[in-house]
């Protein structure tokens, strides 16, 4: 079966640096998404990866590794509006994509 | 403004209703999407509609009934629906369905209560 996999909530400090790690199992690989999602709003689109490696946007950036399934999103220098849901989504073999639960991030004082 | 809208933003329904959701896209993309979102569950795909035809369609129950009149239009008509289908509604769309690196953008969705 295809899976994401993505932890469920992190707490993290205004100001610091977060990790959120996402593993995927699908039948092919198209590439991953990561998604921003504010409570009672639409997802927004973060960044996309298809080759390994890193890539930096400003205070984010993705980072992709296709031979362990593995992903990550990097946030750094915290802001309160950083608070927020972040979704990673695989695209399989079919082009359709394969979304995680989400991780809800909590950003602290 | 994501360019996406849907109405109505929420929506409180008995289970014997007929009611339909509705989605407009401004941005000029060919495919619309439905989507399903639980309380802390993935996003689940209902619906995929490519140049008004629908190419996808993910043994979602007959009790929602999609339409897509053009390409810019999406609807989602819903009758006796259980209480199980509550849930916020998303409506998406995107360039082209079959390029990986088209994203979506989503619209704000609709709370969907089934009482």
């Known amino acids: 079966g295809q899976n994401i996999d993505q932890p469920t909530e992190m707490t993290a400090t205004e100001g610091a640096i977060v990790q959120i790690n996402c593993t995927y199992q699908?039948?092919?690989?198209?590439?991953l998404f990561w998604y921003q999602q504010h409570a009672g709003e639409a997802p927004t689109f973060l960044s996309y990866?298809?080759l390994d490696g890193l890539e930096e946007k400003g205070r984010f950036s993705s980072f992709l590794s296709r031979s362990k399934g593995y992903s990550y999103l990097l946030l750094k220098e915290l802001q309160m509006k950083d608070s927020a849901s972040y979704l990673c989504?695989?695209?399989?073999?079919?082009?359709?994509?394969?979304w995680g639960a989400g991780t809800k991030l909590i950003i602290k004082p | 403004e994501t360019g996406v809208t849907q109405t109505p933003r929420h929506l409180v329904m008995g289970m014997t209703n007929k009611k339909s959701l509705k989605c407009e896209q401004h941005?000029?993309?060919?495919?619309m999407y439905w989507y399903k979102q639980g309380a802390k569950k993935p996003l689940e795909l209902m619906f995929v509609?490519?140049?008004?035809?629908?190419?996808e369609n993910n043994s979602v129950p007959s009790r929602f009934s999609p339409e897509c009149p053009n390409s810019s239009h999406l609807f989602l008509h819903l009758h006796t629906l259980q209480p199980e289908d509550s849930a916020l509604y998303l409506c998406?769309?995107?360039?082209?369905?079959?390029?990986?690196?088209?994203?979506?953008?989503f619209g704000p969705g609709t709370r969907l209560t089934v009482t």
């Open positions: 998406a769309s995107s360039q082209d369905p079959g390029g990986p690196s088209y994203e979506q953008y």
């Open positions: 941005l000029g993309h060919n495919a």
């Open positions: 509609y490519n140049f008004k035809e629908q190419t």
């Open positions: 699908t039948s092919g690989f198209n590439g």
């Open positions: 990866n298809v």
């Open positions: 989504a695989a695209v399989d073999s079919n082009y359709q994509l394969i």
